[in-house]
């Protein structure tokens, strides 16, 4: 599932 | 985090460093955009005010610091220390005709409305097309420098070796951020465009370049 706003990225 | 991830945010950071060392070793910043070093300054500090909300890792932590912090120093190198060397004349791209699409996208198409998601969204929308500056600068100046081969190259590599990390996590981990990757394919498309539009174009050694 997506996954909302988890930002883990740069 | 994955390889590709990692390997994907090393040739970022190169990339980066690749400019701020050319504009340092020459004294110089003729070649380079400072409307696209204007829009990454932008880019990150729109994405990386969750510093102050959000902690993922360290290793997230300093890299955005260092995003944040290196941009500044650019735009600062190019507008101020060694501005009689910035070619004004060749940037002419309109930067307002990226902003404002992408402003107006982020409110519409984002996870959530709320101020600090809108401008992860922008972010990652502008983020898409902010080497466009860069690339019709080199286009209209007719020449290019090595260094400025490596900047593209690298960060042209850098979003498309996301979009392999993009899917290995879709498979690993069934994550998968729909805006990310929409921006992520836009961005990879527009580097490999540029690669087109400059071919033909000459490859030039500036003088003060060929230092060990």
């Known amino acids: 599932a997506q996954d909302e706003n988890l930002h883990d990225e740069l | ?212």
């Open chain 2, 1 to 212: 985090m994955n390889i590709f991830r990692f390997a994907a945010d090393l040739l970022h950071v190169f990339a980066i460093a690749t400019l701020l060392l050319k504009i340092w070793n020459t004294r110089s910043c003729a070649g380079i955009s400072g409307k696209s070093q204007i829009l990454f300054g932008l880019v990150y500090v729109t994405r990386y005010l969750d510093l102050f909300t959000t902690y993922v890792s360290l290793y997230n932590s300093v890299m955005k610091v260092f995003f944040v912090v290196t941009s500044a120093v650019a735009i600062f190198l190019i507008y101020v220390q060694y501005k009689k060397t910035y070619e004004h004349d060749l940037d002419l791209f309109r930067i307002e005709l990226l902003l404002l699409p992408c402003a107006m996208l982020s409110l519409v198409i984002n996870h959530e409305d709320i101020v600090l998601e809108v401008l992860w969204t922008f972010s990652t929308y502008l983020e898409s097309v902010a080497i466009i500056p860069q690339l019709f600068m080199v286009k209209k100046s007719g020449g290019i420098e090595k260094f400025m081969i490596r900047y593209l190259i690298a960060f042209g590599s850098y979003r498309a070796i996301y979009l392999i990390n993009w899917a290995y996590r879709y498979i690993m981990e069934s994550h998968y951020d729909l805006i990310a990757i929409f921006a992520g394919i836009l961005q990879t498309i527009i580097y490999i465009l540029g690669f087109f539009l400059l071919r033909g174009v000459k490859v030039v050694v500036s003088d003060k370049e060929e230092e060990p």
